[in-house]
């Protein structure tokens, strides 16, 4: 499990990449805010993270498991606003070697969940498929 400043961490790389175009959509900001909820982040801190807008280091999980989801999460954060931003998307590209994965990635999920998106299927159903391949390896 991460702890509290991993937690912390982990919102705040989310942040970036919802700020990177300089504007934070209602819907990027409402799957933030469930992000934090998931992470026992309360609203007070959220709003703190939220304002400080400072680019900090990123605490990398050891777990593939956990850097996996974050991924997700960067990617989803990323397209929930029905546009990608090239300044998103670097820096989505960016983080995601920082987590040793090729950036190949970014572009691979974002077709997969594009895909699931046309279907209907929402950001937890999507993750679940992922999961199944990610056990099955």
């Known amino acids: ?3 509290t400043d991993q937690k ?3 919102l705040k790389q989310l942040f970036l990449i919802a700020f990177a175009d300089a ?15 998931k992470l026992g982040i309360d609203d007070h ?3 703190q993270i939220k304002r400080s807008q400072v680019e900090t280091s990123m605490m990398i ?8 989801r974050m991924i997700f999460d960067f990617v989803w954060v990323m397209m929930i606003d029905g546009e990608i931003d090239p300044r998103e998307k670097e820096i989505c590209k960016q983080l995601v070697g920082q987590l040793d ?3 190949v990635v970014v572009d691979d999920l974002v077709d ?3 895909y699931h998106l046309s279907c ?14 990610l056990l099955q390896n």
């Open 1 to 3: 499990m991460i702890n």
């Open 8 to 10: 912390k961490n982990y």
């Open 112 to 114: 997969h969940i594009n």
């Open 120 to 133: 209907g299927i929402n950001p937890e159903h999507t993750f679940a498929k992922f999961e199944e391949m």
């Open 61 to 68: 999980p050891d777990n593939y498991y956990q850097r996996f």
């Open 45 to 47: 801190e959220f709003n």
């Open 101 to 103: 994965f090729a950036s």
């Open 23 to 37: 504007h934070l959509d209602v819907r990027e900001e409402e799957y933030l805010l469930l992000v934090a909820q």
